[in-house]
Structure formats: C-alpha cells, structure tokens
C-alpha cells in the first residue's frame, strides 16, 4: 500500500506563551525534497491545542491520499493518536473515567484526517538539535514574539 501512494514527511510543533495564553503551531511538509511551511497563531489557548492543531493543518493541506511520517515531539499528540484514539472512538468521546476528553474538536478532527492516510506518527525529543524540529520551535518563537508584539 504505502509503496503506491506519495510519500511525504511532516514535523510539527506547537507552543504558548504564557499556557494557557498566546499559542502558534507550525508544520513542515517535505515532498520529493520540495518544502511547505505552514504556521498560525490563536489567542487564549494551550500547548496541546498548538500541537493538535499544527497535525491537522498539517494532514488538512494533503490533496490526496499519502504514506505520511509525521514526526512530533508531543508526547500528548503521538500517544493520542496511536495509543488512545481507539478507545476514545470505542466510547464516544469519553476517557477512561467517563468524562469528557480535553480538545475533542481536534481529536476528533485528526481522527477524520488521519483516515485519508497511512500515518507513521514518530516521536522524536524535543531541543535535541534535530534540524527540522529546531526549525519549527525557531518559527514559533518567531510567531509568538510577533504575536505579543501586536
């Protein structure tokens, strides 16, 4: 399957200043060694929102269907998707205790987005000098300066 779709590298990030408070999230698309940046910001808002967000603009910006690495240093994002979603989905929305799960509306977003694609969702530490991942955390210190700024 993978070997007949497109295969495209996505690093993502998302951060706050303070959280809750100013977010940005920013992704990376890498296709065929071509380069998409995406990135926004949201007021009143936290870390996880900012890392959920940047993995839906993200999968949102694919045309069509693609073998996907996307490679995020959120341990919340990468778990969410491969460890937790499919007990979510099992009872509704609802977590391990009955009560409702923080930012449904992106999960729930991610969930219809990831399943356009074949996602490998790889976790890789955080400000550990890998190049892509520098370079998203570097944006969203950018964004977030402009951010409180203005």
């Known amino acids: 399957m993978t070997k ?5 590298e996505i690093y ?13 999230w920013v ?7 071509h380069e998409k940046i ?7 808002t936290t870390n996880n929102r900012m890392e959920l967000k940047s993995a839906v603009e993200a999968l949102k910006a694919l ?10 240093d959120s341990e919340y994002l990468k778990r969410g998707m491969t460890e937790w979603l499919p007990n979510w989905l099992k ?9 409702s799960i923080k930012n449904v509306d992106l999960w729930e977003e991610l ?20 190049p892509y991942n520098e370079r998203c955390d570097k944006l ?6 402009g951010k409180s700024k203005g």
Request: glycine letters at 12%.
């Open 111 to 130: 969930a219809t987005q990831s399943q356009r694609h074949k996602i490998d969702w790889i976790w890789i530490k955080g400000h550990n000098q890998h």
């Open 140 to 145: 969203i210190k950018e964004l977030l300066r």
């Open 12 to 24: 993502t990030d998302g951060g706050c200043v303070p959280n809750p408070g100013n977010g940005a």
């Open 91 to 99: 009872k509704d929305w609802k977590g391990s205790k009955g009560g």
């Open 38 to 44: 995406l990135m926004g910001t949201e007021t009143q």
């Open 63 to 72: 045309k069509k269907p693609c073998y996907v690495k996307l490679y995020t």
């Open 4 to 8: 007949e779709l497109p295969c495209v």
């Open 27 to 33: 992704a990376i698309l890498v296709y065929k060694g």
